[in-house]
């Protein structure tokens, strides 16, 4: 599908494509795709293709059909299908019984037409940057099979960046979405918290989770994030009267070259950027990882008293150890969030969008999951949020985007970057990715071989 998501609708709309036919070329690309990837955990063969047929239906009989109208997507392993068991990625789960019914989202985007086809592969609970699941296997980056997704959405970027999906959803509560949107290459959005309901929706740490979509381009995550939020973000003012601000500091350190670069020329496309540097980001990064161990590990204290070793050995020393956190860091946490909260507010009177780096470099090899952070080799797993952890507490929407291949000659590989606003101005938000997008500068092609290799 090389057409845009509204594009590809229209033609489902105008009777050129039939949903039937369209569904079972996806089912089929999935099914080869996922033997090389690891990205779905279950496959809605059945389920999507008789929802393809009463589509197919209503189109012969001129019925409206929706917006997304036959558009195939996913969605991660903790939004609750109909029929299923919502795992989250773990068998601690697997005898809860099947959900009675769709999440709220996964309703919404059916009602627009689209088609589920699938539940993606994360990691377990959602604590982790690197889909390396011990229940459900390691997704793999389709730019590079050595290397890692990224995480915890990992099986739902990668499966758009390989192309067998068109858009797909996926959580964020300290990164999630973001994070492996940078290391796959694709677009991923982290609305403001609050904007799309959690109904159905397992949680992590209830008070910083957010789910959004990833896609191929600014315009179908706009497509998407419009059905999600039930409500348009069409944006009526001029992309270049935007005022922007290129995150400076904490965000400015141990980028590799190529994304050092490729921010410098972004800004150099902004006749209006000035760097913005924020106070104690370190505290900020510090007070997210305690608000988020600590709300973890009680939701899962009095499972972990009876099936502790149900869980995978790494999830659960996290957990437990984010359940005896004192209650005063916890407390100094919030105060620390609520500072910062504040504190972006006010950034936001003087500059409109701000821009920083999603992750520090290119997805990381699996079997040697390393970064690199202040000189030294640091691992992955523990680090690739640096950047986009201390965001999550201000509430606020995110565009994860990858730098277009020009920028990064040397690299190769996907790198990405944040673009961050204020509460509820995703259209600002995403008419300027766009405008970003049409002068070349973000847009990272879809992998063009399974088994590609990328040194």
Not at 123 to 152: I, K, M
Not at 354 to 371: E, K, R, S, W
Not at 379 to 391: E, I, K
Not at 410 to 433: S, V, W
């Amino acid at each position: 599908m090389s057409e845009s998501i509204a594009q590809f609708a229209a033609q489902i709309r105008a009777g050129k494509i039939s949903p039937v036919q369209q569904c079972m070329q996806t089912l089929h690309a999935l099914e080869a795709g996922n033997k090389t990837y690891t990205v779905a955990t279950h496959i809605l063969a059945e389920r999507a293709l008789h929802q393809a047929q009463v589509l197919e239906r209503k189109i012969a009989a001129g019925q409206d059909v929706g917006p997304l109208a036959g558009i195939p997507f996913g969605v991660k392993d903790l939004f609750d299908v109909a029929g299923l068991v919502t795992t989250a990625g773990s068998t601690v789960l697997q005898n809860n019984p099947p959900a009675l019914k769709d999440a709220l989202v996964v309703s919404r985007l059916c009602a627009a037409g689209a088609l589920p086809v699938a539940t993606l592969n994360m990691d377990e609970f959602a604590y982790g940057f690197a889909t390396e699941n011990a229940h459900f296997g390691t997704t793999l980056n389709p730019h590079d099979v050595r290397r890692l997704a990224g995480g915890s959405s990992g099986g739902s970027a990668a499966a758009v960046a390989a192309g067998l999906l068109p858009f797909t959803l996926g959580s964020d509560t300290n990164g999630s979405i973001r994070v492996p949107a940078s290391l796959c290459g694709v677009w991923g959005l982290r609305p403001t918290q609050g904007l799309v309901p959690l109904e159905g929706v397992y949680p992590f740490a209830a008070s910083l989770d957010v789910i959004g979509p990833f896609a191929r381009s600014a315009a179908d995550i706009q497509s998407v994030a419009e059905v999600l939020a039930g409500q348009s973000f069409a944006f009526e003012g001029h992309a270049c009267s935007i005022r922007v601000g290129v995150l400076g500091g904490w965000f400015a350190q141990d980028l590799v070259p190529d994304l050092q670069a490729g921010l410098e020329m972004i800004a150099g496309a902004c006749p209006s950027a000035r760097t913005v540097t924020l106070p104690e980001i370190a505290r900020v990064r510090a007070a997210s990882f305690v608000i988020t161990a600590a709300e973890g590990g009680n939701l899962h204290l009095n499972r972990l008293k009876q099936t502790p070793m149900a869980y995978d050995p790494a999830t659960r020393d996290r957990l437990l150890a984010g359940a005896l956190l004192p209650a005063a860091a916890v407390i100094q946490a919030q105060r620390i969030r609520t500072w910062f909260r504040h504190l972006m507010h006010d950034v936001f009177d003087t500059v409109d969008v701000l821009i920083a780096p999603a992750t520090v470099g290119p997805a990381p090899l699996i079997d040697q999951p390393t970064i690199m952070v202040g000189g030294k080799a640091v691992s992955a797993r523990a680090n690739l949020g640096l950047f986009t952890q201390p965001l999550s507490l201000a509430g606020m929407p995110v565009v994860s985007a990858p730098l277009a291949p020009q920028l990064t000659p040397n690299t190769q590989l996907p790198l990405g970057i944040q673009l961050i606003a204020g509460p509820h101005k995703e259209n600002m938000l995403l008419a300027f990715a766009q405008e970003l997008e049409r002068k070349g500068l973000l847009g990272f092609p879809v992998a063009h071989s399974q088994h590609q290799r990328v040194a």
